[in-house]
């Protein structure tokens, strides 16, 4: 589907797209910007505000340096963004806080060396022992897209439907007006129902 035939299908059912996830690894692996082009223009058709890193493979993510890279090819895509009238924002999983470079877990690597916002995904969040709030109160307004995800009150923790899981939304959303939120997305993933 092109993205102009998604925007009538998204016209034609009362829907908009005010983010979308796009494959950065050429760009911060190769140095490729075609692709990373070829997203905004796609980002710009559909009448979204935002383009959304929404992964980074595990040969990208393994030392310093490889961050050191992640963080520069970030700000240079925020600023591609940017003049295209978009903001360039990052999806995180666990890996983000259970991995540690140098010490430090590399979510925090992201938020201290790039300009970019961030889309909490709160499951991942809250399986890696973190506390959400702890992270909007340390960088207020920087959390404008929230995946909205729960967890089964199980050992293994694994995905529920939003509001039969262990994740306490209520107390979330008290805090997102300092974490600036402007979009959540209530996410299904792998479900048992």
Same mark, same amino acid.
């Given at each position: 589907t092109s993205p102009k035939d998604f925007k009538k299908i $998204?016209?034609?059912? +009362?829907? !908009?797209?005010?983010? +979308?996830?796009? =494959?950065? !690894?050429?760009? @911060? !692996?190769?140095?490729n910007a075609d692709f990373l082009k070829a997203s905004i223009e796609c980002a710009n058709q559909l009448g979204s505000e935002y383009v959304v890193i929404p992964w $980074?493979? =595990? #040969?990208? &993510?393994?030392?310093? =340096?490889?961050?050191? &890279? @992640?963080a520069q090819k970030a700000n240079e895509a925020a600023l591609l963004c940017k003049k295209a009238g978009l903001k360039l924002?990052?999806?995180?999983?666990?890996? /983000?806080? #259970?991995? !540690? @470079?140098? +010490? /430090?877990?590399?979510?925090?690597?992201?938020?201290k060396?790039?300009? *970019?916002?961030?889309?909490?995904d709160l499951f991942w969040m809250v399986k890696a022992d973190e506390k959400p709030a702890d992270y909007f109160t340390k960088y207020p307004g920087r959390f404008p897209l929230w995946h909205v995800k729960d967890m089964a009150n199980t050992p293994q923790k694994e995905f529920a439907e939003v509001g039969t899981g262990s994740i306490d939304f209520g107390d979330l959303f008290t805090h997102a007006k300092k974490a600036g939120l402007k979009h959540y997305f209530v996410e299904q =993933? *792998?479900?048992k129902r």
């Open positions: $998204l016209n034609d059912n +009362g829907l !908009k797209a005010p983010s +979308g996830h796009y =494959d950065f !690894k050429t760009f @911060i !692996k190769d140095n $980074l493979e =595990d #040969t990208l &993510r393994s030392q310093l =340096d490889y961050y050191k &890279r @992640i924002a990052y999806h995180n999983h666990d890996f /983000e806080f #259970t991995q !540690k @470079i140098d +010490g /430090e877990k590399p979510y925090d690597l992201i938020l060396n790039t300009s *970019v916002i961030m889309e909490p =993933d *792998v479900c």
